[in-house]
């Protein structure tokens, strides 16, 4: 992997099996962070098959590959038919959550925040939208930090304009004071004409050096099946496709640095009978 921390650049645990088997039965999409005590925390997304019913569990750890479940957070509390990754913070007072809604009777999908003291208030946290649902986008699976004061969300947007074409994804970001208010600032990372990212490009995590690991997929037929690769840094808050990146078959790469220099990744990785889980690799 050219020193890049993509899946397969170590052995891989099951942080979470697959809820079931066959299509649609996944656990994965996590966002997993430092816990303030040595320990882990986790955010991740478990989808019972496409007509079943989608929950966003929170759940901690002491060693990243371990996790108990504390609190599990329904799609009917927010009025979703879908859910899709939640993004996971630690503040100075607490916890803040980024939950993805996707509306029952479109393709609209939308983004609530909770905030709580501990993860186990999140069972009963009030909630606000604050990246509302549109008529020209879909907005869901954010990518959250708070970096000196200001939070910044880089999020996964779904052109709503061309029906039976909701799949089409490029990455906006927008920043905000207080996590609450956000002004969007541009897009900042899209799919390349002919290359195996051509329907969209999702950046889902960023690596030590500051570059982001993406997902992406070349045509509406390989929804749920994208790649994951390497983008870096061009200027301005935007990204551009690592020329020679590897190019995985995994999804949602989540890389978490480590104290001793080294780093850990989690990822939605898809089975035989396309049920997906979710592993980690320690990579040194």
Not at 63 to 92: C, I, K, N, S, Y
Not at 102 to 111: F, H, V, Y
């Amino acid at each position: 992997m050219e020193g890049l921390p993509l899946p397969g650049s170590a052995p891989a645990a099951v942080v979470v099996p697959a809820p079931g088997r066959g299509d649609g039965y996944w656990a994965g999409a996590s966002s997993v962070v430092h816990d303030g005590a040595g320990g882990y925390a986790a955010g991740y997304r478990v989808r019972n098959g496409h007509d079943g019913h989608d929950q966003t569990v929170l759940a901690r750890s002491a060693d990243g590959e371990r996790f108990e479940t504390v609190a599990v957070l329904e799609r009917e509390r927010f009025g979703a038919r879908w859910m899709q990754r939640p993004a996971l913070v630690r503040t100075g007072d607490g916890w803040r959550l980024f939950v993805c809604c996707g509306a029952p009777e479109s393709k609209r999908w939308w983004i609530e925040t909770l905030q709580s003291p501990d993860l186990e208030g999140f069972a009963t946290a009030a909630s606000r939208r604050t990246f509302p649902d549109e008529a020209a986008y879909g907005v869901k699976d954010p990518v959250v930090r708070l970096v000196d004061g200001t939070w910044h969300a880089w999020i996964c947007c779904h052109p709503l304009d061309v029906p039976g074409a909701e799949d089409r994804m490029f990455t906006g970001w927008a920043t905000s004071p207080d996590g609450w208010d956000w002004t969007w600032r541009g897009t900042v990372l899209r799919g390349r004409p002919g290359a195996w990212d051509a329907r969209g490009a999702r950046l889902t995590t960023f690596l030590p050096d500051g570059r982001a690991g993406y997902d992406g997929r070349a045509t509406a037929e390989e929804n749920w099946f994208e790649r994951t690769a390497v983008a870096t840094p061009t200027g301005d808050g935007r990204f551009a496709a690592l020329p020679d990146s590897p190019v995985v078959d995994a999804r949602y790469l989540d890389v978490l640095a480590l104290p001793d220099g080294g780093v850990r990744i989690y990822y939605e990785a898809r089975l035989p009978d396309l049920s997906h889980e979710l592993r980690t690799e320690l990579i040194r």
